[in-house]
């Protein structure tokens, strides 16, 4: 049995007389023990707020959270306050965004790592502080002792994305949430916190779901890989059948917009034609279709299904041909 | 390498190592740039002047401030008011009190009431502001209105109102309501800070990791919204100073005449202006430097801790 199962998950943002805003619209996924899953897509398409509902850290008011996700058994929607709060550190952690702004700023870092030790482990300060210490030391911050007693703008950017993960694993979580975690890095310091990641979740019973926009994350770390569009799952696929045979034509459009290594100097990008706001709202057909090359006339009268074709879930009409086919043909 | 050549290096290196060293606080950090700037040195050294002056006032007065005397007191007549003379170094009052020990001790009556008031204003008007900004809601919405109302008055028109309301003043009415004012500023600046550092990211991730709300709050979120209480509590010590001049000014301080009070002489000084024009002259005086070098400190201030100015 999966560990997280998140069942035709909704948020929907809108106030009093205002327009109301589909956020995440029906996203069904599950992570098992041990597996790294990675939501991908651009801004805006539902990616962090997935992970917020997960959490249960979208506000209150203004909010509506509808579906469900369970963890080990247990509906998580449902949960009290309270209950949350018991398993948010403990059970469930997060790897945010920004290190920069996600530390805070006036008190030391160790007491941010023991803070978590002690509320959900029970820790005496000296237990915690030795934990804290060693903690460190994990997550590869030279002279941990010393770190401990510093304020977070002593530490620089790589440095304080570390603690965080320091701090997110200090109760060995069984999901830990990375949303973006090396997005606010420099590339040599993306690739250093993308290993570590790996390291400390391989070999481990820790699931990840790894949320990014960075095809490049994803190619390095996940099992599995959705790919959102717009607040729904257009297509789900084992890492590698994704990256090798890409077939929804959003996720082709992705790829083909990376520039690589091994392609002829002359040759130009692929970007994906329009932006976001061309999207058509997911009751008129399928939201990338004005955007799509691969577009028919069926695409915007009738919203495609999320269903299985061979051994990947895909919601198109008229996806891109299996990259060997294409190849014959080409 | 001479010993003192050897000697110097060292020092360099050193200094260089802590510059290297990024390992200041935001307290020091901020202090390191208040010391390098002008204005913020002025405002202190006013302040620091005034602070001493004010504690050590009984002892630096060279005469007894609430005694009329006699050798002064003979030498009034309307027409003329005694000017500095030996042993009163700045002559008489109008009353034929020292009017140099009286302008001493009411440094210490001012440093008194403005302190208390602004204390008085910080303590209530965060709890309130807090209780504001950690439940939200309607008790949010509740003390806000609240404040709202205290600052829809001018804030003088406000402590006019409420020394008013007592039917006697002394020193303690002057202080409540000079605190009256400061306290909707408090309540609204400390909840505005919360609210901001309830969406950060820090307070995110902490609720993330299951942190008590509690904790939460005195923790993460508090400490970090005060930075803006700390700057306008200097402020306040100007203005505060100012209003309770102001209140004496207008007969609703103490009506004690043989206390010695910036404003009170300030205003009972007004029809020997042009008999001694230093009686209100020096009472005034007085009250703007000190209220200046608050400013000074507390404007430096705001600037020293503003994190958008941090390098």
């Not at chain 1, 290993?195 to 960075?214: P, Q, R, S, W, Y």
């Not at chain 1, 990256?243 to 392609?263: E, K, M, Q, V, W």
């Not at chain 2, 204005?39 to 006032?57: E, H, K, M, S």
């Not at chain 2, 009984?58 to 009329?68: C, E, G, V």
């Amino acid at each position: 049995m999966a560990l997280l199962e998140v069942r035709d998950l909704s948020v929907v943002f809108g106030r009093k007389r205002q327009k109301p805003f589909t956020a995440v619209d029906g996203v069904s996924f599950s992570v098992a023990a041990g597996q790294t899953v990675g939501l991908v897509g651009e801004s805006g398409c539902g990616k962090s707020v997935t992970s917020l509902a997960i959490m249960g850290l979208l506000p209150k008011r203004g909010v509506r959270v509808s579906g469900s996700v369970t963890f080990d058994g247990t509906e998580l929607l449902t949960l009290s306050d309270k209950q949350l709060r018991d398993r948010r550190g403990r059970d469930l952690g997060m790897v945010f965004q920004d290190p920069l702004t996600s530390l805070n700023p006036v008190i030391p870092i160790g007491l941010q790592v023991t803070e978590v030790l002690r509320r959900h482990r029970g820790l005496d300060h000296k237990k915690a502080q030795a934990e804290a210490t060693e903690l460190l030391n994990k997550v590869g911050i030279p002279d941990p002792n010393r770190r401990l007693s510093e304020y977070p703008h002593q530490l620089s950017g790589g440095m304080r994305q570390r603690a965080l993960i320091a701090i997110a694993l200090a109760c060995q979580p069984r999901l830990l949430i990375a949303d973006e975690p090396t997005t606010a890095l420099d590339v040599t310091i993306q690739a250093q916190i993308l290993n570590l990641l790996k390291e400390l979740v391989a070999g481990t019973d820790t699931a990840l779901i790894m949320i990014t926009h960075d095809l490049g994350v994803v190619a390095g770390l996940c099992d599995e890989v959705n790919v959102l569009y717009a607040g729904r799952v257009v297509e789900r696929a084992a890492r590698h059948e994704l990256f090798a045979d890409p077939r929804h034509p959003y996720t082709h459009g992705l790829l083909g917009s990376i520039p690589r290594l091994d392609s002829a100097r002359s040759a130009k990008l692929a970007p994906i034609t329009g932006s976001v706001a061309d999207n058509i709202p997911w009751a008129d057909g399928c939201a990338f279709a004005p955007r799509c090359p691969n577009a028919l006339q069926g695409c915007v009268e009738q919203p495609p299904e999320l269903e299985t074709q061979d051994t990947r879930l895909l919601r198109c009409y008229n996806p891109v041909l299996p990259a060997t086919t294409a190849a014959k043909e080409g | 390498m001479t010993p003192k050549l050897l000697q110097r290096r060292r020092e360099r290196i050193d200094e260089l190592a802590d510059a290297g060293d990024a390992g200041v606080s935001l307290a020091k950090d901020a202090l390191r740039r208040m010391r390098a700037n002008p204005v913020a040195i002025t405002g202190a050294i006013i302040v620091a002047l005034f602070v001493v002056l004010a504690i050590l006032a009984p002892f630096l007065a060279p005469k007894d401030p609430r005694t009329q005397y006699a050798e002064l007191k003979n030498q009034l007549t309307p027409e003329s008011i005694p000017g500095p003379m030996p042993g009163f170094l700045l002559g008489s009052d109008q009353y034929g009190y020292d009017l140099f020990s009286r302008l001493l001790v009411g440094a210490q009556q001012t440093l008194i009431v403005g302190v208390l008031a602004t204390l008085i204003g910080v303590a209530v008007g965060c709890t309130l502001g807090g209780l504001a900004g950690a439940f939200g809601g309607w008790v949010d919405t509740a003390l806000m209105r609240f404040t709202d109302i205290l600052l829809s008055f001018p804030s003088i028109l406000l402590a006019i109102s409420v020394a008013a309301l007592f039917a006697e003043t002394n020193q303690w009415t002057v202080i409540i309501a000079v605190s009256m004012v400061a306290i909707p500023v408090f309540a609204r600046l400390l909840r505005g800070a919360m609210l901001a550092q309830r969406h950060s990211d820090h307070v995110l991730a902490a609720t993330a990791l299951g942190v008590r709300r509690r904790t939460v709050v005195f923790r993460h979120i508090l400490p970090n919204a005060l930075t803006p209480v700390i700057v306008q509590a200097t402020l306040t010590l100007a203005t505060s100073i100012i209003d309770a001049a102001a209140l004496s000014f207008l007969g609703l301080g103490d009506p004690d005449p043989s206390r010695a009070e910036w404003g009170l002489m300030l205003a009972e000084s007004q029809q020997f202006i042009e008999v001694k024009p230093e009686l209100a002259f020096l009472p005034a005086a007085a009250i703007i430097i000190v209220a200046l070098g608050f400013t000074l400190l507390g404007e430096s201030l705001r600037e020293a801790l503003d994190p958008k100015k941090r390098r």
